[in-house]
């Protein structure tokens, strides 16, 4: 997209005039109105042009964030946006890479890709709409649904437990890591402005409503708390391992919100650049080929 759409745009033209078909009272409209404020304040705060904003959706109810947010924006296929990110990093350092997945959708079917972005550094951010059931396919069970789960697919219940997907990605390397609620929507805009300005691979596992197969409005109500300041040390891994396994996704316990691990690390996208330096421009070479078989 040109620069020319985004020139002059007040912070509430973010949102396109395409026509919202969540239903009543998903988790989706918190995420999609905090993004949509956290990127008019970093433009605002920090310098960034809108038009260096790009938006990533997978597949699911997640995925129509990007129609609804009016910025440069990519579908990738289910379980997939996060090659697509890594691949526009690459070529373009300038960007801010933004992709809104499902737990369905990033855990199960792109859980290879999740890993090995966050192995590597990339330096995109990640924000899972984490509602624990397979919405859009009218509620099948995902990998973040509790033991004992009833939905379309299993209606005597599943026999497996959750993972805790704040664990898998400390494991796999992610070098920032939290965790937000969408009753919380103040704390979860500045999570996402941390973790978008955040250098290197960041990950937000988003407890997210789904009011229509899975409404857990209730239980997190009364079990999330914002962690204060001070309570993890988010530089040490073992003291933000400690504050991840505290709730495992499936037992009775307190549910922590907010930064659990923030280290700076080499950038995945710097180091591909300095090991490909002073290579023949690959442009060049594919015109040459080209033209030898014309």
């Known amino acids: 997209m040109s620069p020319e759409r985004f020139a002059g745009k007040p912070a509430g033209e973010l949102i396109s005039p395409a026509e919202n078909t969540w239903c009543p009272g998903c988790g989706n409209f918190a995420i999609q109105h905090m993004m949509k404020s956290a990127i008019a304040e970093l433009s605002e705060e920090e310098g960034i042009p809108l038009e260096n904003f790009v938006l990533l959706g997978g597949i699911g109810c997640h995925g129509k964030l990007v129609d609804y947010v009016n910025v440069n924006s990519l579908y990738g296929i289910h379980g997939r946006s996060i090659p697509a990110a890594t691949g526009i990093r690459l070529a373009n350092p300038d960007l801010r890479v933004i992709c809104h997945v499902g737990d369905g959708d990033i855990y199960a079917e792109g859980l290879d890709h999740l890993i090995f972005a966050a192995k590597r550094n990339s330096d995109i951010t990640v924000i899972v709409h984490d509602n624990r059931v397979y ?39 992610a070098t920032h890591i939290a965790r937000g609620y969408t009753k919380k929507v103040r704390h979860l805009k500045d999570l996402f402005k941390e973790a978008i300005m955040h250098r290197g691979f960041s990950f937000i596992d988003v407890l997210q409503i789904c009011a229509t197969y899975f409404n857990l409005t209730d239980y ?42 923030s280290v700076e690390k080499p950038v995945y996208e710097e180091k591909f650049q300095a090991l490909t330096a002073g290579r023949p421009d690959r442009r060049e070479l594919v015109r040459k080929v080209l033209e030898e078989w014309r």
Request: proline share 7%; net charge negative.
């Open 135 to 173: 919405g859009l396919t009218t509620g099948q069970y995902t990998p973040t649904s509790p033991f004992g789960f009833r939905g379309r697919s299993t209606p005597g219940g599943i026999t497996e437990h959750p993972i805790n997907p704040l664990a898998v990605m400390l494991a796999a390397g």
């Open 220 to 261: 997190y109500n009364a079990h999330a708390y914002e962690m204060r300041e001070g309570e993890v040390d988010t530089g040490r891994f073992e003291s933000a391992l400690a504050k991840v396994r505290e709730w495992d996704y499936d037992r009775e316990a307190p549910i922590a919100l907010g930064t659990f691990y």
